[in-house]
């Protein structure tokens, strides 16, 4: 069992910063684990930001934010974070941690943080 635990969500004004964390707890190790983060927007279908597996520290990014998000892991504190630079309007949306086994079946989900952005 993986418990995540997202933080760092708010109020930015149009190409401002914030930086979401996720810090995963319930195992010593994840390195059989991935994680990402999707965002859900209202009135729309949650949809994949960007991922990362935790043995290699490998990534991938959706279209819309690449070259403005990176995600990273800190493997001491099994916390993952999204660095999320120039932002924009269509940024604003739910943020979402997901963990998934590579061994298993198993998938976990943080509660959420949200992002505002402000024109």
């Known amino acids: 069992q993986v418990q995540l635990v997202e933080s760092g969500g708010g109020l930015v004004q149009s190409g401002g910063s914030l930086r979401l964390s996720c810090a995963a707890s319930?195992?010593?190790?994840?390195?059989?684990?991935?994680m990402a983060w999707y965002r859900q927007a209202p009135g729309k279908e949650r949809e994949f930001v960007a991922s990362?597996?935790?043995?290699?520290?490998?990534?991938a990014y959706a279209d819309s934010v690449k070259g403005r998000f990176t995600i990273s892991r800190d493997n001491a504190k099994n916390t993952v974070y999204l660095q999320m630079n120039i932002l924009k309007v269509e940024d604003t949306a739910t943020y979402y941690c997901?963990?998934?086994?590579?061994?298993?079946?198993?998938?976990?989900w943080g509660q959420g943080t949200q992002v505002t952005v402000s024109s």
């Open positions: 990362i597996r935790w043995s290699d520290g490998s990534t």
């Open positions: 319930g195992r010593t190790s994840l390195n059989n684990y991935a």
């Open positions: 997901r963990a998934w086994s590579l061994m298993t079946s198993n998938v976990y």
